[in-house]
């Protein structure tokens, strides 16, 4: 049931300026025709190995990725035993040395089969790379696992598949979103902070084949997966957190969090009456980056600079006084940038002097601080 899904993958893929070729199973076309994944994918659809006497061998041949999405029992089998009688088992058999990533989608007693777990066993055994499936309500309306994953994690372990891993062997800590500071159990200080620049910056780090952890203050955003995430609220909590990682062996440390400078000198356990509130003494939070900066080992620390203009020197500065190795700043006040918005615009500044970039994706932002991490810390 799930290969009308196939098509909304045709279209992000092709929308991530991949180029998609599509092969299909005689039963899938029971489901959806060949027409509509052509339209998705603007390329000629395969579904018969006799249509093209070479199709089996050319296509894998030129592909840099082969996703079997939704993958059924059927097909999977066919694929841990080698089994080539139509297109799609054809083609996977001929995609030797290639990156494979399959989505599976059955009821939960095919799944859960010894024989379904054996195949699957076999095929990651084999380097296949497996997405999902997820928990949930199934075609048949039993709830149970057995869902194919969301497209858009298929796209991520597309993504993740292609890339480089050149920070494998990092141990990679990443902070992002707010921190709270609480007045009284009803009200804190905050932030605007989404914690959308953390999560990419974690996410790119992942699929460049660091290890991550991701310390997240409290934001919406779940946690990505192959990610170890800690959630904390306060500024402490951060701080005891990140050393906690340092400590641990963290090679490389990215602040993207926006943490509390001050909090409330005293936290009430009750809620304060209004009239009390019309001053509030507030503390200096301590600052992460320096203690992390200052303590016996340290690892590659980069920051970011939160301004309102382009108050470069005041970035300049921070990374001196703070005894960072890179700053990225920000404008946070500009069009399309900071706090709770998908770009960024930004600009590196380190020991290599500075390198500002344009308008892009928060993605495309931490892939671009890791090309420069790379360069700088060689
Ligand atoms: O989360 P988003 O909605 O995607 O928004 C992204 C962002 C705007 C929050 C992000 O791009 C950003 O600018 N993060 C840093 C915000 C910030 O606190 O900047 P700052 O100039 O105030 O702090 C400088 C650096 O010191 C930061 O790396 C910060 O994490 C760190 N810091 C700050 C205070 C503190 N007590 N300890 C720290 O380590």
Not at 31 to 43: D, M, V
Not at 289 to 307: N, Q
Request: with cysteine; aromatic share 4%.
């Amino acid at each position: 049931m799930a290969a009308y899904k196939a098509v909304d993958l045709a279209r992000r893929l092709r929308d991530a300026e991949a180029s998609v070729t599509i092969m299909m199973t005689e039963a899938s076309q029971r489901f959806i025709t060949p027409l509509s994944l052509e339209t998705a994918s603007q390329n000629r659809v395969y579904s018969s190995l006799f249509d093209d006497p070479l199709a089996h061998i050319r296509l894998p041949a030129e592909a840099d990725l082969v996703i079997i999405a939704p993958a059924t029992a059927n097909s999977l089998a066919k694929f841990a035993h080698g089994i080539a009688d139509d297109l799609v088992s054809t083609c996977v058999l001929a995609a030797t040395g290639k990156k494979i990533i399959i989505a599976p989608a059955m009821n939960w007693r095919m799944y859960e089969s010894p024989a379904c777990r054996r195949n699957l066993e076999i095929l990651r055994s084999d380097g296949m790379i497996q997405v999902g499936p997820e928990s949930g309500s199934l075609a048949c309306g039993e709830e149970g696992i057995g869902r194919m994953s969301e497209v858009s994690e298929i796209i991520e372990a597309a993504v993740a598949a292609l890339c480089p891993k050149d920070l494998a062997g990092e141990t990679v800590v990443v902070t992002a979103g707010p921190t709270r500071e609480y007045i009284d159990p009803v009200r804190f200080i905050s932030n605007r902070s989404s914690g959308k620049m953390g999560f990419a910056l974690a996410r790119a780090a992942r699929n460049r084949g660091a290890s991550v952890t991701l310390i997240a203050g409290p934001t919406a955003l779940a946690a990505p997966s192959g990610i170890t995430c800690i959630r904390t609220e306060t500024a402490k909590e951060m701080l005891q957190a990140v050393k906690g990682q340092v400590n641990a062996g963290a090679t490389i440390l990215v602040m993207a969090a926006a943490v509390a400078d001050f909090s409330p000198a005293n936290r009430s356990n009750t809620k304060i009456e209004k009239k009390d509130l019309a001053t509030l003494a507030l503390d200096r939070t301590d600052d992460i980056i320096t203690a992390v900066a200052s303590a016996g080992r340290k690892p590659f620390i980069v920051g970011f600079a939160a301004e309102t203009g382009m108050n470069l020197d005041r970035a300049a500065r921070k990374m001196k006084d703070k005894g960072m190795d890179m700053v990225v700043f920000n404008d946070v006040s500009a069009e399309g940038c900071g706090f709770d918005v998908d770009t960024n615009r930004v600009i590196f500044l380190d020991r290599a002097g500075k390198k500002e970039l344009e308008l892009m994706s928060k993605y495309d932002v931490a892939d671009a601080l890791f090309n420069r991490l790379l360069q700088i810390k060689a």
